[in-house]
């Protein structure tokens, strides 16, 4: 089964995406993590990244989609996958579907995470990784940068897929496990198709 995870930064795509993937086998593709680990190899992508993530601003849209052209062409996405983070910007969704209709793909669930955004900034800068270190781009400044492009590029491809009927929304709001518990049930009818 293949998923989308939509919802501002902060609201919980990343915890629900590695649920899903212990619980079910579908693999996460956070393009934040790839970006992040070619940032830490310091490749040309990563270097070119760098600067971008820092201000909480988008890296190319060429970038991404190739990234994510070559993730799930990958053995362990055959079980399906959740993508975590992409797609970011309408033209990111219109390659994606590309993609997927040149692969024989489709997406079974679009979910968005629905959030109060005041609470966002609190939530994020409280947040820190497993090894109990904090993202550079999560400090106020940069999370309230990232929010305005969330609003400005990102909330736009949300009536593309409102539109095609298929966006299922989820009360973000709800404790991990009540936000899971309410992704379980659309995994569960998506089956059943
Ligand atoms: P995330 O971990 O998903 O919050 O992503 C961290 C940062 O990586 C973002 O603020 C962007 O700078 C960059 N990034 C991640 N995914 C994308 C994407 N789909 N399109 C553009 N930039 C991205």
Do not use: W
């Amino acid at each position: 089964m293949n998923i989308i995870l939509l919802g501002p930064p902060g609201a919980g795509k990343g915890t629900q995406a590695k649920r899903l993937e212990a619980l079910y086998g579908f693999k996460q593709i956070s393009t934040g993590d790839m970006l992040r680990a070619e940032v830490a190899a310091g490749s040309d992508i990563g270097n070119e990244a760098k600067a971008i993530m820092a201000k909480g601003q988008f890296v190319p849209d060429p970038i991404i989609v190739a990234m994510i052209q070559s993730r799930i062409a990958q053995s362990d996405c055959e079980r399906g996958f959740i993508l975590d983070g992409f797609p970011r910007t309408e033209s990111q969704a219109e390659a994606l579907d590309a993609m997927l209709s040149q692969r024989g793909l489709t997406i079974d669930a679009v979910i968005l995470l629905d959030v109060n955004e005041d609470e966002l900034v609190e939530r994020i800068a409280s947040r820190r990784g497993e090894d109990g270190t904090r993202r550079p781009d999560d400090n106020p400044d940069v999370v309230r940068a990232r929010l305005d492009v969330y609003r400005k590029q990102t909330a736009p491809i949300l009536p593309y897929y409102e539109k095609a009927g298929r966006l299922l929304h989820v009360d973000g709001m709800k404790d991990v496990e009540g936000v899971g518990k309410e992704i379980d049930a659309i995994v569960t009818a998506a089956k059943k198709h």
